[in-house]
């Protein structure tokens, strides 16, 4: 009976393996279609400095405008283009895109203003990365210090040695470095001096430790004042309420990003959004 009931088991698995990879494998066809039918597009949510309110930069982040499953966010098909090195066509197409709503924005813009793009491990990995960064500058007529890289811990750690070097390459070219979701993956605390890095950005869940009393506030302290001790400047991610921007201002945190100011938007959207505010937040 046992054994049975085993094999019962075993083909039930082996049923849901084969659906599973099904339906992976139709994902990646249509993630590769994506790409061709440009189905896949950035979203723009503002960065603003933590005192004047003023409008500094804009992240892009991709969403995919699936035509059945409607938008889809990161989360749902970013793991698969980095498996499958989708994600090389895909963050290129995002850093192009980037460069023009940057464009866009320089016409509008009172003050200079940068454009983040998140970049995965494939990319930096590849050995002509640099090449290809140029070329799309170039193409797209953008200056690179309007640019801002961001890539998280765990990426920079992986290879750091080599991983070093392409950074400081690309920081001589003037593109600007931030160290994303900060604290999430090696609390590299003890390096952050040794890093070429210009911006640090706190992840999202130290700040939605902070609470009414203020508490989980001391931790995010420290990382700021030894940010500051070493000229890098902090951005802290996913601001929501007041209470979180209160304490972020008492810490001397210098840019805020999150839904308290914008959620991601389309470009059209946030450049009226740019626009109708005349570059700054009022807190
Ligand atoms: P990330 O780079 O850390 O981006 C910040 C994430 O926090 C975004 O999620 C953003 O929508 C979300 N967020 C912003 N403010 C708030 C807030 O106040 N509350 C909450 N709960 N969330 C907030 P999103 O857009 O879903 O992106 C998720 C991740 O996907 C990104 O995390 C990034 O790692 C990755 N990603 C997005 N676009 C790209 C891309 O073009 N290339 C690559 N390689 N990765 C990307
Ligand atoms: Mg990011
Ligand atoms: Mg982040
Ligand atoms: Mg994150």
Request: net charge neutral; proline share 4%; with cysteine.
């Amino acid at each position: 009976h046992a054994k049975k009931q085993g094999k019962k088991t075993w083909k039930l698995f082996e049923e849901e393996m084969q659906l599973s990879i099904i339906k992976r494998l139709r994902l990646e066809n249509e993630l590769q279609q994506a790409l061709v039918l440009d189905q896949l597009v950035a979203f723009y949510q503002p960065q603003v400095h933590i005192l004047s309110g003023v409008i500094t930069g804009f992240e892009a982040l991709v969403r995919w405008e699936h035509p059945s499953k409607g938008l889809m966010p990161p989360f749902d098909f970013i793991p698969l283009a980095e498996e499958t090195g989708l994600i090389i066509p895909l963050g290129e197409l995002i850093m192009r895109a980037a460069c023009r709503f940057g464009n866009s924005l320089k016409k509008k813009a009172k003050t200079k203003i940068r454009v983040a793009v998140n970049i995965s491990a494939r990319q930096l990995m590849q050995e002509d990365f640099l090449q290809r960064v140029k070329k799309i500058m170039r193409e797209e007529n953008y200056s690179p210090d309007a640019l801002e890289f961001e890539i998280t811990e765990s990426i920079l750690m992986e290879s750091l040695e080599e991983n070093i070097e392409k950074i400081k390459e690309l920081r001589s070219m003037g593109i600007h470095i931030s160290l994303d979701d900060f604290g999430t993956g090696y609390s590299s605390l003890r390096y952050l001096s040794s890093l070429p890095i210009d911006i640090l950005k706190i992840d999202k869940s130290f700040i939605q430790e902070i609470d009414n009393t203020a508490n989980g506030a001391a931790i995010i302290g420290t990382i700021i004042q030894l940010a500051h001790q070493t000229h890098i400047q902090v951005v802290a991610e996913g601001i929501e309420n007041k209470i979180q921007l209160e304490a972020m201002q008492k810490l001397n945190c210098d840019y805020l990003q999150g839904y308290l100011i914008s959620r991601p938007q389309p470009s059209t959207k946030i450049l009226d959004f740019y626009e109708s505010r005349q570059g700054k937040f009022s807190f």
